[in-house]
């Protein structure tokens, strides 16, 4: 079988459900490196910084790794904002969305919620944006986490003299975290926090 022969999908049979189910397997287990193609496409996204989306996003993620963050936390920060292109308005939740499946809860919220938080650096600056937006968030057993994640990772994360690992040196570890099952509890760990730092591993690196 090449193609199903349905047209509709209530008229579709087993062996053909059996047959796409095969092929949409196999299409997931390229999702990482679908993501990394994406993140370069960041560089056609929103210009006017002093560094590229993807200049950003890789620097992000070299201060995660830099801090001693886990796996997690660097595969997030890395692809925090590739909402950019396709999801201006909403960018954050975008990011969250593919992310979900596969690393912590923790992780999730703060990329989730770091629009909200990146709100407190320029808010104040801008007719009808609410410099304190974060604040609606109070209360979340993860509020500090995406405040030290927007403050140590994402808003420090625009300085073209910075040294950038290369994307290359994360594309294992996106293929490591997008490997695994989805929706694993082991891996979602709902309600547990995990440091941003680790200041003995961030010490070897």
């Known amino acids: 079988m090449e193609k199903v022969s349905f047209t509709q ?3 579709g049979t087993k062996e053909e459900y059996e047959f796409l189910t095969a092929h949409e397997i196999d299409h997931t287990k390229h999702t990482a490196d679908r993501l990394l193609t994406a993140l370069v496409d960041l560089d056609k996204s929103l210009s006017g910084y ?4 993807l200049g950003h996003s890789v620097q992000s993620a070299t201060r995660a790794w830099r801090d001693g963050a886990d796996i997690d936390w660097v595969v997030s920060a890395l692809l925090h904002d590739i909402g950019d292109i396709y999801a201006p308005y909403n960018h954050d939740e ?3 969305t593919i ?3 596969f690393v912590r809860e923790q992780c999730t919220w703060c990329v989730q919620t770091h629009g909200d938080f990146q709100m407190l650096y320029y808010g104040h600056h801008l007719e009808g944006f609410d410099q304190h937006k974060r604040e609606r968030h109070r209360g ?4 500090d986490d995406c405040a030290e994640f927007c403050e140590r990772w994402d808003q420090a994360s625009f300085d073209p003299d910075y040294d950038d690992l290369p994307i290359e040196f994360f594309a294992p570890m996106v293929r490591e975290v997008f490997a695994r099952t ?3 509890p082991q891996v979602i760990r709902k309600g547990e926090r ?3 730092t680790d200041v003995d591993v961030a010490a070897k690196r």
């Open 182 to 184: 989805p929706y694993d």
């Open 9 to 11: 999908m209530k008229d």
């Open 99 to 101: 992310l979900k499946p």
């Open 50 to 53: 002093q560094i590229t989306r």
């Open 194 to 196: 995990v440091p941003l």
């Open 94 to 96: 975008y990011a969250a």
């Open 140 to 143: 979340n057993p993860y509020f």
